[in-house]
T-cell receptor, first 110, second 113 residues
Framework: ELKVEQNPLFLSMQEGKNYTIYCNYS?????LYWYRQDPGKSLESLFV?????AVKQEGRLMASLDTKARLSTLHITAAVHDLSATYFC??????????FGTGTSLTVIP | DADVTQTPRNRITKTGKRIMLECSQT?????MYWYRQDPGLGLRLIYY???????NKGEISDGYSVSRQAQAKFSLSLESAIPNQTALYFC????????????FGPGTRLTVL
């Protein structure tokens, strides 16, 4: 059974601080996606990582993929309140089915 | 206008009722998906379709059925709703290719009493 685990599940951090969200998965895949979900809203695509060593950055967020370790990270730099949301990683194992992590609920405190 | 729309956005129904959730897209994508989201469980795939004639079960298809009426329309049915089907349901689309990025609809909140 494929497992996609995120940690932490809940994260409360102060503005200006840095932190990393981790996404571990249990089977071979070289496609990993990060999404953001605001309360009561749909999912918005943040990053698409397609190969080992891929790194993508957008503003204060940077995502990376290590397919050998089956690990992706989402790094937050100098957090601001607008980044408060739930972040999901998803693994695509066959271009057919996507398996999502349980999500990390991020709250940035002024 | 939104690229992926879902109707209804909210629905409250009773145990045993038949419910249909509808999804339409204007992105011209071939692939469409239905997911449910439960607190603490992330999103789980119910069904997916690569084209009108290709429909596949996902991780949790029991108790659900789907219909792909056209490239742009993909419906999810609960033949006899039960309370543990109370969840937030999302439709998504994607285009075949190297990226396979998914685009999500706004969601349907379903409550089964």
């Amino acid at each position: 059974e494929l497992k996609v685990e995120q940690n932490p599940l809940f994260l409360s951090m102060q503005e200006g601080k840095n932190y990393t969200i981790y996404c571990n998965y249990s089977t071979t895949s070289d496609r990993l996606y990060w999404y953001r979900q605001d309360p009561g809203k749909s999912l918005e695509s943040l990053f698409v990582l397609l190969s080992n060593g891929a790194v993508k950055q957008e503003g204060r967020l940077m995502a990376s993929l290590d397919t050998k370790a089956r690990l992706s990270t989402l790094h937050i730099t100098a957090a601001v309140h607008d980044l408060s949301a739930t972040y999901f990683c998803a693994v695509d194992i066959s271009s057919n089915q996507f398996y999502f992590g349980t999500g990390t609920s991020l709250t940035v405190i002024p | 206008d939104a690229d992926v729309t879902q109707t209804p956005r909210n629905r409250i129904t009773k145990t045993g009722k038949r419910i249909m959730l509808e999804c339409s897209q204007t992105k011209g994508h071939d692939r469409m998906y239905w997911y449910r989201q439960d607190p603490g469980l992330g999103l789980r795939l119910i069904y997916y379709s690569f084209d009108v004639k290709d429909i596949n079960k996902g991780e949790i298809s029991d108790g659900y059925s789907v219909s792909r009426q056209a490239q742009a329309k993909f419906s999810l049915s609960l033949e006899s709703a039960i309370p543990n089907q109370t969840a937030l349901y999302f439709c998504a689309t994607s285009d075949p290719g190297s990226v396979v990025e998914q685009f999500f609809g706004p969601g349907t909140r379903l409550t089964v009493l």
